[in-house]
């Protein structure tokens, strides 16, 4: 019976050579031919039409690679042709996508593997790289309100004279929360970008790029970690 198997995820991912090989050797296993498509960011679009020719391929920062889409093909015995298509990159809305044709049998065996093969290649960094910016900002304006709360503790009897005092305070702790939050979204977009990208290839010079930036991750990581526990636990203590 023929059928069809589809999927769309938007989880980062981090593919090695042997990934991208793995999944053409899934691929071959059924269709008769297997191409793919790389697209770098050079705007050039190179198609490697052997699995191995990929992972020779240097990978240098100027021309790094994007998005691999793999193309197959197989005629059946009713000489209809099959055709399956896997996709490692952003594709409209999706990062990585597979659409497989073929009989059942095959396709499901096919389907597992490489769906396998994405959840084994998700980082443990996937939610920073892919949360919703307008989420950061809540939680970060959240985080400031609470702050200010901390630090601008009302008195046990406020008085005519401090009240004012206290309302210009206040409006301008609040400013300057808004502007902090505001920076600070920016600023993780850029970082995100860079250290937290939604698709990396451990291929050729990719690796040095992948282990510098594991490194630069970890860093920036437990440093906001420490940062923030700092701050809520100095908060009280202050006058």
């Avoid at 991912?13 to 269709?31: H, K, N, P, Q, R």
Wanted: hydrophobic share 45%; proline share 3%.
């Amino acid at each position: 019976m023929q059928v069809k198997a589809e999927y769309a995820g938007k989880h980062a991912f981090v593919a090695t050579a042997e990934d991208v090989e793995g999944i053409w050797s899934t691929l071959g296993s059924y269709y008769e031919k297997v191409e793919a498509e790389v697209t770098c960011s050079d705007g050039i679009h190179r198609k490697f039409t052997r699995k191995e020719e990929i992972s020779k391929y240097t990978n240098p920062k100027r021309s790094e690679i994007k998005t691999v889409q793999f193309t197959a093909i197989r005629r059946n015995d009713d000489k209809d042709i099959e055709v399956g298509t896997v996709t490692l990159g952003k594709k409209f809305y999706n990062i990585l996508s597979l659409s497989l044709h073929g009989e059942e049998e095959s396709i499901t065996t096919i389907n597992t593997k490489i769906r396998d093969t994405f959840e084994g290649i998700k980082p443990w960094y996937s939610l920073l790289a892919t949360v919703d910016l307008g989420f950061v900002l809540l939680v970060l304006g959240m985080l400031g309100f609470g702050f200010i709360s901390l630090i601008n503790k009302p008195p046990a009897k406020a008085t005519a004279s401090t009240s004012p005092q206290m309302a210009i305070a206040i409006i301008s702790a609040l400013t300057a929360i808004i502007a902090f939050v505001a920076l600070v979204a920016w600023i993780f977009a850029k970082v995100r970008e860079k250290i937290f990208p939604v698709t990396a290839f451990k291929i050729g010079q990719g690796i040095k790029r992948h282990e510098l930036n594991e490194n630069i991750r970890w860093v920036v990581v437990v440093g906001l970690i420490v940062g923030i526990a700092s701050a809520f636990i100095s908060a009280p203590l202050l006058p």
